[in-house]
Structures are given as structure tokens and as C-alpha cells.
């Protein structure tokens, strides 16, 4: 008769054999036998690797943010966080995650159990598995992000939760889930609903897949809010990949790039075009042999123009009602 949790849990390796694991594999069994409780190991695990990973990434950005010597690399290089902007941020971060995350994350196991994912089991799959996985992961949240976020640009879904994330028209890496609680959940469950998606089709998925596909948004949703673009960012090396320089803009413009991890649907659906245009003018000015300082100051009025439209947008935006209509992305009216 086994009394105590943590004899369940002992059961459930009780046809393992230890001695084929590697050492991570052999971590993961013993924190499933440590917690005792395979519901609270998973949750918990869940929990402190979004945290852990979330701020973990934040903090070379609010470092970066602190050395003048990135400054030539920063995409609004006149608009640096302070730490009462990055402070603000974080409480308002570490709120969504208590009150959306936190619940969401704990009703993890259960949901993962219903649609057949692997939790606990050891060994891992082998990463010829793990790859396309992942892949399809990162497509499938940057389609569902796509029409998500611009569901959320319609005037009472824009005024009543988005507003929040629009705050900042120059973000920076811990803006990244700055957010609505509403939002926070609406978009995470791109991130989510893949993985279920998957398993529900196919029943070969290990939550270990999917901590690494979490592991890799986090860096690119942290990343894309850093507000830099490096010679060696990853835009650079994988043109279709969105990175800062694409997302850094639509906050800047409000308008356009509606996509998190890829360049593809924006361009297809056209939703780039003014900041395709921006980039062509300041790439003709670069050409045309002006001065660093010249040039500068070029980027500066354009920027300006950029948010100042932004602005006049995102007030469209807003007086968009149930009454006027839904329109996709930017609205082509203008303020009466
Ligand atoms: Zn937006
Ligand atoms: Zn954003």
C-alpha cells in the first residue's frame, strides 16, 4: 500500500534503467522524485524556468542599456530606458505573471497529461526529433501572432488591453511582456497552442521539447524588444528572421510588422510597407555620402515623422468602435 506522494513517484521509474541516462536526463528524474508530486514538479519547473529565463535574458539588456559605448548600435539611439522606465516595467511584468502565468502554468501538467504529451519519462527524444518540432512551433505562433496582434490594434481591443504594451515607442528588453493580463494570456497561447496542437495529431511530444521551444521565444521576444541591431544580430545572418529591427518600429510607428519571429507574412500581406520605405530612405541617405552627423540627424527627423503618425494612428485606433467597423492592421482613415 504506498501512502506518501513521493513513493508514486518513485514508481513511476520503477522500469528505468538509471545507468543508459545522461546527467540531465538523470537531473530531471530526480526532481520529479525530490518534489514527489509530478503536477507541482512540472508546474513548478514551469514557473522558474519562465522567470528564471524571462530576467535571466533582461539583465545584459538593462547592462547594455547602462554602457554609452552600445549607443551606436541602438535603433532610437535618443531614447534610453531609465531605471524608473525599467522598475515600472518589472512590476507590472511580475504582475501578469502571478496573476495570468502562475495559474496557467500550474494547470500545465494536467493538460499535458489529457493530450498525451511526456512529462516525466526519461530518456529525452532524440534531437532529430526535437528539430522540426521546434520549427513548426516557432511557424505556427508567428502565423497565429500575426492575426492575433493585429486583431488587437482594433479600437476596443487596442484601447482596452494593447494600449498597455504600446507604452513604449523606444522598448527595451524587459518591455517584452509588458503587458495586459488579457494579452499576456491571448498571445501566449500561440506559444502554447502549438505544442498541444502537435501532441493532440501526433501523441510523440516531451515536455522538454517544449521548455526549449519556450527557452528559444523568450530570447526572441526578449530580443526583438532590446531596441538594438548589432552587425552580428541574427536579422543579419537569416534575412527572413524579424529580430529588434523589425519590431523596434512597430512601436515606433504603431503601424506595421505585426509578426514575431519572421519577416514573411508581413510582407506578404503588405503590412511592411512603410517601414520598408523608412529603411529605403535612410539606406539612400547613407548612400548619398553624408556625414555621420548629417546622417543622424536624418535618422532623427524620420524617426520623429515615424511616431508622430504613430501617434495620429494609434488615436484612429482608438476611436475605432463597434460602430465604425473592424479594419485589419492601421487604420486608412483619418481623425475627423
Ligand atoms: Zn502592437
Ligand atoms: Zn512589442
Redesign the pocket.
Known sequence: MVNSTVSEASLLYANTDFTKLNWLETQWAAWYLWIGNPILATGLASFLLHEVVYFGRAIPWIIIDATPYFRKWKLQPTKIPTAADQWACTKQVLFSHFTVELPVIWLFHPMAEFFGMATWQVPFPHWTAIVPQIMFFFVFEDAYHYFA?QA??WGPL?KHI?KI??QYPAPFGLAAEYAHPAEVFILGTGTIFGPILYCMFRRDLHIFTVYLWIVLRLFQAIDSHSGYDFPWSLQHILPFWSGAEHHDF??MA?VNN?STSFRWLDRFFGTDSKYREYRARLKAAKASGMTPEEYAKMELRLSEEAEREGVAAEKIAENLSFKTGFTFGAPKTKVQ
Open positions: 496582434h488587437l490594434h487596442y494593447h504594451h504600446h512597430h512601436h504603431f505585426f
